[in-house]
């Protein structure tokens, strides 16, 4: 990741979940502006969800998304994405068009596009 970092103090996670998210049936994307040039990434996934190994591949490819496709995104935001039961079954190309379609609602996307 060239700008971005990982979110990781709870603090933090808690402030954005406070703040408006948007959701679709996939995921839930709340963002909030921060204080620096880079942006810094968190993703949660319940335990409702499934074994560790599932969440763990959950994780893994939410963070692939957001990697393949961070030239998108303008720096300077915090981003915390929660996955939902149906992101566990779905393909690959849809987490990565719920993942922009919400970025784009939020208005975290770049000029890079």
Known sequence: ????????????????Y????HA?????????????????VGVTVSKKLGGAVVRNRVRRRLREVYRLNEHL??????????ARSRCIGASFEKLIQSY???????????DAQ
Not at 18 to 21: E, F, K, L, R, T
Not at 73 to 82: R, T
């Open 1 to 16: 990741m060239k700008f971005s970092s990982s979110l990781k103090l709870n603090h933090i996670f808690r402030r954005l």
């Open 18 to 21: 406070s703040s408006s998210g």
């Open 24 to 40: 679709n049936s996939y995921l839930v994307l709340y963002a909030r502006r921060n204080r620096s040039a880079t942006n810094r």
């Open 73 to 82: 995104f303008a720096p300077g935001w915090d981003i915390v994405v929660v």
């Open 100 to 110: 922009l379609c919400l970025a784009e609602k939020a208005g975290i996307l770049g």
